[in-house]
């Protein structure tokens, strides 16, 4: 499949709040990875050029450590690299970033529980983005119940949309059932969870409920798959193999179309940073899957 000529808007439109957004945006966990500062910032330049105009970060993808734990030198942010590259920023551009985690390079990971750790972490995501306002706020859950009820931090956070400082509210790491707990809070615009043609799949339901009420779905590792933060393996599942040998394109593009075909409110944030990839991954939502060949990876 030719890339050069193919935009992300190739992928379609979802309103997420009150913006319009490409289906097919960016995920920028992997660009802290090469100690080279420029190539992250020509990157992410080459993504708005090829019309992505949603990108998601969190204040916690750093290197040295961080999730990715790889990397040498000196500390490199996401958010402090996204900065460096667009700001000041396009209009149409749409920033999600995720609060709940968070890292100290010497402490690790951490939690966010009070209303005070989370207005800290939030304002942590202001200074390095540059912004008054952040655009999208995922409030990121730990695997179990949790040690503060799910409704008291999204709370917390609805009042710093009150206060001015989130524009719009999301859900990370989520069970349908704490989506009903945060109702009549405030608006729930999108949830982030772990889901791909061949890992996770137990949230189909999930994706169908969300689409129900309106909420947009943006799956993450979605190409990882249950590789997760290490990425993905070389070897592929069989069906995905022949659907991309039908249609002459590789196996990633295919499970970005299958991310994409799984209903008009899921939204797709590859993260790369290879500049290849970058347009393979965009060019991706211009794949159009036959029935059959849902049937195929299903």
Same mark, same amino acid.
């Given at each position: ?6 935009? !992300? ?7 997420? *709040? ?8 960016? *995920? #920028? ?7 080279? +500062? ?21 204040? /916690?993808?750093? #290197?040295?450590? *961080? ?6 030198? +000196?500390?490199?942010?996401?958010? $402090? ?9 396009? $209009? ?8 709940? /985690? ?7 990971? %951490? ?5 005070? @750790?989370?207005?800290? @972490? ?31 931090? /999204? ?9 001015? &400082?989130?524009?719009? &509210? ?7 059932? =704490? &989506? ?33 009420? *309106?909420i947009a779905y943006v799956p993450f590792f979605a ?9 993905? #393996?070389?070897? @592929?599942?069989? !069906? ?9 394109? %590789?196996?990633? =593009?295919?499970?970005?179309?299958? %991310?994409?075909? =799984?209903? +008009? ?7 790369? #940073? ?20 849902? %049937?195929?990876?299903?």
């Amino acid at each position: 499949m030719p890339t050069d000529e193919i935009t !992300a808007a190739a992928a379609g439109t979802w309103t997420l *709040g009150d913006r319009t957004v490409h289906r097919m945006g960016f *995920g #920028s966990m992997r660009i802290t990875a090469n100690p080279d +500062p420029d190539r992250a910032v020509a990157l992410l330049r080459r993504a708005v050029e090829l019309g992505v105009n949603h990108i998601d970060t969190a204040a /916690f993808y750093v #290197s040295p450590g *961080g999730t990715l734990r790889v990397g040498t030198g +000196p500390a490199r942010y996401a958010t $402090e690299l996204i900065r460096a590259a667009l700001a000041p920023y396009p $209009e149409d551009l749409v920033i999600a970033t995720k609060v709940g /985690f968070g890292y100290d390079p010497e402490a690790g990971f %951490t939690e966010a529980l009070t209303p005070a @750790q989370l207005r800290a @972490q939030v304002e942590e995501n202001l200074r390095r983005l540059g912004r008054d306002q952040l655009d999208v706020v995922n409030l990121r859950l730990g695997r179990g119940p949790g040690a503060v009820p799910v409704a008291d931090r /999204f709370g917390a956070l609805a009042e710093l949309r009150t206060a001015g &400082l989130i524009r719009h &509210l999301g859900l990370s790491n989520v069970r349908p059932e =704490q &989506l009903d707990e945060v109702a009549g809070i405030a608006p729930v615009i999108c949830v982030q969870n772990n889901y791909g043609v061949d890992a996770y799949r137990e949230q189909d339901a999930l994706v169908r409920l969300c689409g129900e009420r *309106g909420i947009a779905y943006v799956p993450f590792f979605a190409l990882a798959g249950t590789g997760r933060e290490t990425g993905a #393996s070389t070897a @592929q599942d069989e !069906a995905v193999e022949a659907v991309a040998r039908a249609h002459g394109v %590789t196996p990633q =593009q295919v499970r970005l179309a299958w %991310t994409l075909h =799984q209903g +008009p409110h899921v939204l797709a944030i590859p993260g790369t #940073s290879d500049p290849e990839h970058l347009a393979q991954n965009v060019a991706a939502g211009a794949l159009r899957l036959t029935p059959e060949d849902l %049937t195929r990876l299903h």
